[in-house]
């Protein structure tokens, strides 16, 4: 248990398909992020949702939309997807933006499967 | 971006020392982070770097030069369980984000 829990664990949706995926944190942490991590590549931040900023990745697709409706929970809302949108989705929380040495805290990530 | 280049895979023996390398090009430097995930997991905070030196935590310990644009991550006394894939992330204030970006990471093989 890492203190951040994501579901699904694992996710298979058609292209024309809508889902939500879950993230929630119960570490009194007020930064809360997406990752996307697919192979060979680097960690790609999608959006992050702080007291200190609110960024959007202008490279990511319209058809992935976040929402935030308070500091413990994240939601990443997936609709008409890709084949290439198939990674790992990472969700991830921080005391603030700006934390340094505590880092972090990453959830297990759900694996989703566009077909 | 902040052209973090670490080595794509290194192999170890288990009881020797490893060095994972990371390099970067900043504008405004501003913390190196290093995070360990193991295949199918969540990655976790190992370390974090600000000023120039070496910080240790037990088996593990991270260096930091800024003049160099330089980090390494030292691993002693390898047990099987270090394998996996270590990633590098450093925080570039130039562009008024906190946000750190990762590197590829390095997968280590760690054999008996």
């Known amino acids: 248990e890492t203190g951040v829990t994501q579901t699904p664990r694992h996710l298979v949706m058609g292209m024309t398909n809508k889902k939500s995926l879950k993230c929630e944190q119960h570490?009194?942490?007020?930064?809360m992020y997406w990752y996307k991590q697919s192979a060979k590549k680097p960690l790609e931040l999608m959006f992050v949702y702080s007291l200190e900023e609110r960024v959007e990745n202008n490279s990511v697709p319209s058809r992935f939309s976040p929402e935030c409706p308070n500091s413990s929970h994240l939601f990443l809302h997936l609709h008409t997807l890709q084949p290439e949108d198939s990674a790992l989705y990472l969700c991830?929380?921080?005391?603030?933006?700006?934390?340094?040495?505590?880092?972090?805290?990453f959830g297990s990530g759900t694996r989703l499967t566009v077909v | 971006g902040q052209n973090i280049d670490q080595p794509t895979e290194m192999t170890a023996t288990e009881g020797a020392i490893v060095q994972i390398n990371c390099t970067y090009q900043?504008?405004?430097?501003?913390?190196l982070f290093w995070y360990q995930q193991h295949a199918g997991e969540a990655p976790t905070f190992l370390s974090y770097n600000v000023l120039d030196g070496l910080e240790e935590k037990g088996r593990f310990s991270s260096f930091l030069s800024r003049s160099k644009g330089y980090s390494y991550l030292l691993l002693k006394e390898l047990q099987m369980k270090d394998s996996a894939s270590y990633l590098c992330a450093v925080r570039d204030m130039a562009g008024g984000s906190y946000i750190p970006t990762f590197g590829r990471g390095t997968s280590l093989i760690v054999h008996p």
């Open positions: 991830a929380s921080s005391q603030t933006a700006a934390t340094g040495g505590s880092g972090y805290t």
């Open positions: 570490l009194g942490h007020n930064a």
């Open positions: 900043t504008s405004g430097f501003n913390g």
